[in-house]
């Protein structure tokens, strides 16, 4: 069983930057396509960034771009989502997930680990 844990979360001011951390636990990290997703409050669950297994390919969704960055480092079995000048619509809990689609996909539906979320509050 892929086990994924998330980290970094935290209360943070608008404008602000938070880095959260998807560590993996009991399998090798690079033999999968990571996800970031997020579910604010009362909405559906959204697809924030991902990135393919050696790190060549990235996805962000269109509110995050140029303010957020995907990275990961195999080495640690560790992937990173940088998030700079949040925003107030930006709160939520952020999971991380693991997709093992041999192509790159973006698609919810592609990715069957899901770690446990961390929350990101913004205060206004």
């Known amino acids: 069983q892929v086990q994924l844990v998330e980290s970094g979360g935290g209360l943070v001011q608008p404008g602000g930057s938070l880095r959260l951390s998807c560590a993996a636990s009991?399998?090798?990290?690079?033999?999968?396509?990571i996800g970031w997703f997020r579910q604010a409050p009362g909405k559906e669950r959204e697809g924030v960034s991902c990135i393919s297994r050696r790190g060549g390919t990235t996805y962000y969704t269109d509110s995050v771009k140029g303010r957020f960055t995907i990275s990961r480092d195999n080495a640690k079995n560790t992937v990173y989502l940088q998030m700079n000048s949040l925003k107030p619509e930006a709160p939520g809990v952020y999971y991380c997930?693991?997709?093992?689609?041999?192509?790159?996909?973006?698609?919810?539906?592609?990715?069957?680990?899901w770690g446990q979320g961390t929350q990101v509050p913004v205060s206004s």
């Open positions: 997930a693991a997709g093992a689609r041999l192509f790159f996909s973006a698609s919810e539906a592609d990715f069957g680990s």
């Open positions: 009991r399998f090798t990290l690079d033999n999968y396509n």
